[in-house]
């Protein structure tokens, strides 16, 4: 059995004439407030975002929103709240059972109200296993349309990344719409400054 470097090369090796990549230039959706655009998408896909005022308390916003919330995992260093840092546990295993996670998003996108998450956290489950999801999001970051999001992602200096647009929902079990199927049940984007 070949292995794929001996498969490639073997292609290579019969390949005809190569060609250079085309240059596309797409004619993308823009919009001239991003941000804007971004919290009425996000609300549509039943997330919701939050512009955070200068000098607010982000650990006292948290608190306000997620008032029952017992176990809040984040690596971030402004959430003091956090009970539990997912890059000292041993095991993802040891993240069941979260109440709240929140991580930094690096770029938002206005036409569909998602956010680039590369894995700045060891144990990228917290995304996902999570009952609640906050993200921080700079609402300087927002571009207008996924061509812009891959332009200013560097996909060489990731392990992981996910592309996270509302809460996880699934209608293919009888049509009927579930929230947080395989994933966090509520997502709040909270744009900063």
Same mark, same amino acid.
């Given at each position: 059995?070949?292995? *794929?470097?001996?498969i490639?090369?073997?292609i290579r090796s019969h390949s005809g *004439?190569?060609?250079?990549m085309p240059v596309i230039e797409p004619d993308a959706i823009r919009y001239t407030d991003t941000a804007a655009r971004f919290m009425e998408v996000l609300k549509s896909v039943g997330g919701s975002a939050i512009e955070?005022? !200068?000098g607010e308390d982000i650990n006292a916003r948290i608190m306000s929103l997620y008032? !029952?919330?017992r176990s809040i995992a984040s690596n971030l260093p402004e959430i003091r709240i956090a009970t539990i840092n997912p890059d000292e546990i041993a095991t993802p295993h040891l993240l069941n059972g979260t109440a709240l996670a929140v991580v930094r998003g690096e770029i938002g996108v206005a036409e569909n109200g998602c956010v680039w998450i590369p894995q700045n956290v060891k144990e990228k489950a917290v995304c996902f296993i999570a009952e609640?999801?906050?993200?921080?999001?700079? *609402?300087?970051?927002?571009?207008?349309?996924?061509? !812009?999001a891959y332009a200013k992602i560097g996909f060489n200096d990731y392990g992981f990344g996910v592309f996270i647009s509302g809460p996880s929902k699934t209608a293919d079990? !009888?049509?009927a719409l579930v929230i947080g199927a395989h994933g966090a049940k509520g997502v709040v984007v909270f744009l900063t400054a």
């Open positions: 059995m070949s292995t *794929k470097n001996d490639l090369s073997n *004439k190569t060609y250079a955070l005022q !200068e008032p !029952e919330a609640y999801l906050l993200i921080l999001l700079d *609402k300087n970051n927002i571009v207008s349309n996924m061509h !812009e079990i !009888e049509q």
